[in-house]
């Protein structure tokens, strides 16, 4: 895409973050996607904090969820007003901060938790078994969260400008259906990138074996999915944005205290055929943290930038976020 284009893309957007109809105060439209890391919006549902805290905030609430699956899918939903939080992997919220020019931020993470590159290729042990004809499933092929990781590890492995090395390889595929598929060994997927417990249910199989996780390509924990909105949202639904942040908040606390009752609240949520004690197996990993505070988001910031992916390069996380995360130790 040239640069009059990239141009004409970002003045689209700002144009429909600027245009979307606003939601009437104690109306809240969520999108939430797959996998233990919506757990917090499980409890929060299950156990009525929207509900809770709107009657604090003096106001009825009337919420709607949507399962979407892929940070482009979510991006044009809030864009277009069709819902008032959006739930997506860093990824796909950097580029739409960069494209409305900062009119989206962040309100809070889902938590740290790693992921897994998988495959059922026996011969393949590292990035570069990886061959033209084997496909890695990922939400969103090179845009979502495990697809810019992905490329983090290739330039690990594959060397400056090496990033791009398998993004030919990339698929969108949701997460149940990458499984599924992996699982199957019939199809030309080989490899899947994917969240809890997805890869856990795949990793019992023998014939599935890791490669890497996410938390070797960015050095550390990293909170892939963030729950984020508009500021014009915000600012016009005060009393909702903030029974919405109280809920979240709660709710995250929540289950990263109570690990054994969040997976029996996932399972009946999901309406899952896995096991409670599988879950709770699952989210016990020490490895999994439940925090609303971004951590090593700017490392992906930074990649982006230095990638051309997003064109402004924010000098700290405080940037793309909101206010009421500034005084925690974020990353």
């Known amino acids: 895409m040239n640069a009059f284009a990239r141009s004409l893309l970002a003045s689209a957007f700002v144009v429909a973050a600027s245009l979307?109809?606003?939601?009437?105060?104690?109306?809240?439209?969520?999108?939430?996607?797959?996998?233990?890391?919506?757990?917090?919006?499980?409890?929060?549902?299950?156990?009525?904090?929207?509900?809770?805290?709107?009657?604090?905030?003096?106001?009825?609430?009337?919420?709607?969820?949507?399962?979407?699956?892929?940070?482009?899918?979510?991006?044009?939903?809030?864009?277009?007003?069709?819902?008032?939080?959006?739930?997506?992997?860093?990824?796909?919220?950097?580029?739409?901060?960069?494209?409305?020019?900062?009119?989206?931020?962040?309100?809070?993470?889902?938590?740290?938790?790693?992921?897994?590159?998988?495959?059922?290729?026996?011969?393949?042990?590292?990035?570069?078994?990886?061959?033209?004809?084997?496909?890695?499933?990922?939400?969103?092929?090179?845009?979502?969260?495990?697809?810019?990781?992905?490329?983090?590890?290739?330039e690990k492995e594959f060397g400056e400008g090496g990033h791009t090395k398998l993004d030919g390889n990339q698929v969108s595929l949701p997460h149940p259906d990458a499984t599924a598929a992996l699982l199957a060994g019939s199809t030309e997927i080989t490899g899947h990138l994917s969240n809890q417990p997805y890869q856990e249910q795949a990793l019992k199989n023998p014939k599935v074996h890791k490669i890497l996780s996410s938390y070797d390509a960015l050095g550390g924990p990293i909170t892939p999915t963030l729950a984020y909105s508009t500021i014009k949202f915000r600012d016009e639904n005060p009393k909702t944005y903030r029974a919405f942040f109280r809920a979240f908040q709660e709710a995250t606390e929540w289950a990263g205290a109570n690990r054994k009752e969040a997976a029996e609240i996932y399972v009946r949520a999901e309406k899952s055929k896995l096991e409670p004690a599988f879950v709770q197996e699952v989210i016990e990993n020490p490895e999994v943290r439940y925090t609303l505070v971004p951590l090593n988001t700017g490392k992906f910031a930074d990649f982006m930038f230095k990638t051309g992916a997003i064109k402004t390069k924010p000098g700290s996380w405080k940037d793309y976020t909101f206010e009421e995360l500034h005084e925690q130790a974020g990353s």
Request: glycine residues 10%.
């Open 20 to 154: 979307s109809p606003a939601a009437a105060e104690g109306v809240l439209r969520i999108s939430e996607q797959f996998g233990t890391l919506y757990i917090p919006f499980h409890v929060l549902k299950e156990k009525k904090l929207l509900e809770k805290y709107a009657k604090e905030e003096g106001i009825e609430i009337n919420v709607e969820w949507r399962k979407l699956s892929g940070g482009n899918a979510v991006n044009d939903a809030l864009l277009s007003g069709s819902i008032d939080i959006a739930s997506a992997g860093i990824g796909p919220f950097l580029t739409v901060w960069d494209r409305t020019k900062g009119s989206v931020k962040i309100i809070g993470a889902f938590g740290a938790q790693p992921s897994y590159l998988l495959t059922n290729n026996p011969n393949i042990k590292s990035l570069k078994d990886f061959g033209p004809n084997d496909r890695i499933a990922t939400p969103a092929a090179i845009v979502s969260v495990q697809g810019r990781t992905l490329q983090i590890a290739s």
